[in-house]
Nanobody, 124 residues
Framework: QVQLVESGGGLVQAGGSLRLSCAASGRTFSGYAMGWFRQAPGKERDFVAALNWSDSRTYYVDFVKGRFTISRDNDKNTVYLQMNSLKPEDTAVYYC?????????????????WGQGTKVTVSS
């Protein structure tokens, strides 16, 4: 069993930055691909970024490429999402997720564990 706890959300002006953290506990997240998803009010939970366990390759949805960076610190059992040049349309609850296996998936239904989410609000 893996427990995931996100933190780092908040209110920021457009153009600003935030760094989200996702701390894993219960067991090491060794062997898990890690992903970040987001859900805006009234919308589905969408893939944002992910990191393979096997080769640490990263993947991003087009609308965050060049602005967001996903990374992990295995010693701290923590994955991060650095978000720069934030836009009002980035406003959402952000969730981290763990998928057993070496490779990521953009499909939220293929993830095994989820955090409770952290809210990000970007004002214009």
């Amino acid at each position: 069993q893996v427990q995931l706890v996100e933190s780092g959300g908040g209110l920021v002006q457009a153009g600003g930055s935030l760094r989200l953290s996702c701390a894993a506990s219960g067991r090491t997240f060794s062997g898990y691909a890690m992903g970040w998803f987001r859900q805006a009010p009234g919308k589905e939970r969408d893939f944002v970024a992910a990191l393979n366990w096997s080769d640490s390759r990263t993947y991003y949805v087009d609308f965050v490429k060049g602005r967001f960076t996903i990374s992990r610190d295995n010693d701290k059992n923590t994955v991060y999402l650095q978000m720069n040049s934030l836009k009002p349309e980035d406003t959402a609850v952000y969730y981290c997720a763990a998928r057993w296996g070496r490779y990521y998936s953009p499909n939220r239904n293929e993830y095994d564990y989820w955090g409770q989410g952290t809210k990000v609000t970007v004002s214009s």
